[in-house]
DNA sequence: ATATTTACTGCAACTAAGTTGCGTTAAACG
DNA sequence: CGTTTAACGCAACTTAGTTGCAGTAAATAT
């Protein structure tokens, strides 16, 4: 049901990532905020966040959870399915804008697409 | 480093992916063996499956662990990076031997990719 | 066929991400 | 300022997967 009071919690993990464009775990905020709020405290507000369409989740490699901002979705509909790219070198996570096409496939109806790519990002490649 | 002897255990684990062309999540085969063999049995099995290219993992929905049988690998190297397909209805995996496309990303290099998409399968769309 | 070696197994205890229940705190609003 | 109740912190829990170790059983040698 979304974020109904604007407190403190709520306005750091905002802070969080409004200051950073780059997907972040739930892991990495619960050890950079431990000393300001509690990990309950944590996954509820970004649950309630992505109720509110302002956050989407997906999961990472060895399946732990990352949340990144979204763009243009409301709490009605996610329209922000995109690849996410998770660089092998310094396990930084980002959104692409890339489009991937997903092929019809025969007698199946593909509702959900999660594409997670792997590899050497930007700043590592030089 | 793979297996090395073919136990009782590597033979059961063997035949249920035999029996099977669909993938099967470690906590199916931990449910459905317990009485015959140890989870932790499972685990080091799959993994040592895994190493010897007969079996490749990914992660399903939730991030827990599916292995399927793979075709045409060496434990040197696998080379069956194929989408995943995860029925929402019955909860049914399967390997899709579609190609998706990974279009060039700039100033990235993607190594591998992990595409799960999720819908509605052959059997639950009828 | 029996003995020896050591890979494999079972058990119990652990790790770590994420969840739940509940009593307390602090936003929001009259 | 007082009341209401959403949100918080804490502790305890759940569960997938891992680890250490002593005992078992494949594979190989005798």
Redesign the interface.
Known sequence: MGILRKTKSVKILLDEFEEQSTAISAITLIERLHLKMNKTTIYRILDKLEDDGFLHSF?GK????WYAKCSGCSSEEHHDIHPH?QC?DCGKVDC?P?D????D?P????????????????AC?N
Chains 1, 2 share one sequence.
């Open positions: 999961l060895n399946g732990h959870k790219f092998l692409l890339t991937i096409l997903i092929p496939i007698n199946r109806k593909v509702h959900v697409s999660q594409i997670l790519l792997q590899g050497t990002c930007e490649f």
